[in-house]
């Protein structure tokens, strides 16, 4: 029903910033919330953040204060603003849309913070 695509993802050095997209396409009207995981090497996957169909947002611990989850309606595009990042950010982020009825990801896209 749902679609996603992650794009935005490179090698950034620490302090420097990036943004993630997610773009969706299918039945975007049904999605009540929107999340942004990602996955570490050799890691379990965590969960960083979520915006509502509402827009309410929150945030994991770990990246409150330096992430700004957001939406374009107009574009059906989910945006994650990612700033003062730390080498421990590197991962695989992935994107997620959840209804009643339908759970959706996308395939990911690596973000890798060195010097």
């Known amino acids: 029903q749902v679609q996603l695509v992650e794009s935005g993802g490179g090698s950034v050095q620490p302090g420097g910033s990036l943004r993630l997209s997610c773009a969706a396409s299918g039945s975007v009207s049904i999605i009540d919330v929107m999340h942004w995981y990602r996955q570490a090497p050799g890691k379990e996957r965590e969960w960083v953040a979520l915006i509502t169909n509402i827009g309410s947002t929150n945030y994991a611990d770990s990246v409150k204060g330096r992430f700004t989850i957001s939406r374009e309606n107009a574009k059906n595009t989910m945006y994650l603003q990612m700033n003062s990042l730390k080498p421990e950010d590197t991962a695989v982020y992935s994107c997620?849309?959840?209804?009643?009825?339908?759970?959706?990801w996308g395939k990911g896209t690596l973000v890798t913070v060195s010097s």
């Open positions: 997620r849309a959840r209804a009643l009825a339908m759970d959706s």
